[in-house]
Antibody, heavy 119, light 111 residues
Framework: QITLKESGPTLVKPTQTLTLTCTFS??????????VGWIRQPPGKALEWLAL???????RYSPSLKSRLTITKDTSKNQVVLTMTNMDPVDTATYYC???????????WGQGTLVTVSS | QSVLTQPPSASGTPGQRVTISCSGS????????VYWYQQLPGTAPKLLIY???QRPSGVPDRFSGSKSGTSASLAISGLRSEDEADYYC????????????FGGGTKLTVL
């Protein structure tokens, strides 16, 4: 049974760096073809893909946010960490992590964590 | 605005068949699989269709997907009240080193 759960601060100040952790179970990020991605959703708005890390440490980022994002994995802890620098109120959103096997999209999602950016 | 274009809303009555369109380009839908997600109010998205027209285990066969050229569609037949949700299409985009793109979402209302 695959599960994922996001954790991190619920409130950050403008210009601060956000660090979110995705802790998962039921699969290994050392298995060929497996990836974990981050997707966010501002209140009342659409989904926006942020980043993805694969079993082989290949990393992909949203072109519009690439300069602000870093994704890493800790295979031994079953965790994926996303950092986003220079946070702004427009970054207020629910942040989801999701399991992404090759060519199957995002088949398992965490419950999401709401991050509010405000001074 | 989103890279993939969806109508913001759709509606139907119980039992009807509704379709939701998703338009992209040669770098995404035109050359890669399309995925559809259902998001019920207050919940995380759920994978509904993968690889254009495949249903994950547990997804009713009332849901079907198709793709032609740079466009795709999600069809829901035998509409039920519990189908009222937001629906998103997604695809891998080969440009700029590769990245996922999502549609802007379609809110389906069951009248």
């Amino acid at each position: 049974q695959i599960t994922l759960k996001e954790s991190g601060p619920t409130l950050v100040k403008p210009t601060q760096t956000l660090t979110l952790t995705c802790t998962f179970s039921g699969f290994s990020l050392s298995t060929s073809g497996v990836g974990v991605g981050w997707i966010r959703q501002p209140p009342g708005k659409a989904l926006e893909w942020l980043a993805l890390i694969y079993w082989n440490d290949d990393k992909r980022y949203s072109p519009s946010l690439k300069s602000r994002l870093t994704i890493t994995k800790d295979t031994s802890k079953n965790q994926v960490v996303l950092t986003m620098t220079n946070m702004d109120p427009v970054d207020t959103a629910t942040y989801y992590c999701a399991h992404s096997p090759s060519t199957t999209g995002f088949d398992y999602w965490g419950q999401g964590t709401l991050v509010t950016v405000s001074s | 605005q989103s890279v993939l274009t969806q109508p913001p809303s759709a509606s139907g009555t119980p039992g009807q068949r509704v379709t939701i369109s998703c338009s992209g380009s040669s770098s995404n839908i035109g050359s890669n699989y399309v995925y559809w997600y259902q998001q019920l109010p207050g919940t995380a998205p759920k994978l509904l269709i993968y690889r254009n027209n495949q249903r994950p285990s547990g997804v009713p066969d009332r849901f079907s997907g198709s793709k032609s050229g740079t466009s795709a569609s999600l069809a829901i037949s035998g509409l039920r009240s519990e189908d009222e949700a937001d629906y998103y299409c997604a695809a891998w985009d080969d440009s700029l080193s590769g990245h996922w793109v999502f549609g802007g979402g379609t809110k389906l209302t069951v009248l």
